[in-house]
């Protein structure tokens, strides 16, 4: 028995609580397939679909490569822009000539907020109790 091992290249975005790892397979006919369901199908917004497409229609390759996501953990916004930064370093290790391109469009860089612990004493983070005089 023998195996067919496909050439890919990888990359992992992560934003608040969700990771992505990405596969970009050469060629490809522009199929995005997320947790092995179709791009469209996974995410409903338009604001997510164009986040996931985004670093490629930015290098001009939504049709040279084929696209296999897994994402876990967070929020649907937050899985579409750790799919983007996932998307965006596996065309990094594709083809380094797209650096500076994805780099200016914002899409390298991971953005580290998260949600703020809960204190004691308060109901949220910053939220006190309400004040009550009698």
């Given at each position: 028995m023998t195996e067919i091992r496909q050439q890919y290249y990888e990359g992992i975005g992560r934003r608040k609580e969700a990771t992505a790892r990405a596969r970009l397979y050469p060629q490809g006919s522009g199929r995005v397939l997320i947790n092995d369901k179709p791009v469209n199908e996974?995410?409903?917004?338009?604001?997510?679909?164009?986040?996931?497409?985004?670093p490629l229609k930015l290098t001009g390759t939504d049709t040279r490569f084929n696209v296999s996501v897994h994402v876990k953990g967070g929020?649907?916004?937050?899985?579409?822009?750790?799919?983007?930064?996932?998307?965006?370093?596996?065309?990094?290790?594709?083809?380094?000539?797209?650096?500076?391109?994805?780099?200016?469009?914002?899409?390298?860089?991971?953005?580290?907020?998260?949600?703020?612990?809960?204190?004691?004493?308060?109901?949220?983070?910053?939220?006190?109790?309400?004040?009550?005089?009698?």
């Open positions: 996974y995410f409903g917004r338009e604001n997510d679909l164009i986040a996931v497409y985004a929020g649907i916004t937050g899985q579409a822009e750790a799919t983007r930064m996932a998307i965006a370093r596996a065309l990094l290790e594709a083809d380094p000539e797209y650096r500076l391109t994805l780099k200016t469009a914002g899409y390298l860089r991971r953005d580290a907020r998260e949600k703020e612990r809960k204190k004691p004493g308060l109901k949220r983070a910053r939220k006190g109790p309400t004040y009550t005089k009698r």
